[in-house]
């Protein structure tokens, strides 16, 4: 009996010290933070099929102290940070909830909707006036594809909008003089990228 209850206390405490170690929060939307576990993979949770919750950007699983597995639907909750990666696309990261609108939606499903509005955003780089995320969706059979939004990090009330091509970041982030050289023709090669756009777009902020 003695040797049971060492037992059954060594896996209390080993539980208390994996919540107290865990990187991985959640925030509500009334800005309190949750701290819990998100399993690497839902499969091994008893959940079928183990896919549909293999995408951190649509939903994810999280172990809250002495609580079982919960179902988080982007849109629950403010946004999550995970500490390290999981199976497939239970990426790694900050993540915020954003509802896009229907033509963001229909762009991103072949001009059809699915019915979902909220997604969790990854946020690639944060910057004082721009911000950049990024969504991974399998529309068909095809490999997840990768969509970008931006961000004016000013701009408290706005949402982050989709990118349906690369000049569009420049309409977007529009309040540079002319001067700046901030157009679309001075970045090419390996500057044509959207990480190096808004990290530059902040720096000629500050100038």
Known sequence: MKKKHSLLLCVQVFTLFQCAQAQDHVITWDADTLTCIFP???RKEGLRPGSKYE???IRLLAHFENDSVRIIEAGDV????????GKSLLC???FE????TEEE???IYYGRSDGKRWYFLNRVFSGKYASLYVMYISRTSESPRSFYFIKKTDQKSTKPVLLRNWKQIFTQLDDLPVNSGFKADNYRGKKRNFVYVVNDYNRLKEL
């Open 40 to 42: 690497d993979k839902p």
């Open 55 to 57: 995408n951190g950007h």
């Open 78 to 85: 403010k946004g999550y940070s995970r500490k390290k990666h």
């Open 92 to 94: 790694d990261g900050v």
């Open 97 to 100: 909830s954003v509802e896009l």
């Open 105 to 107: 939606q229909r762009y």
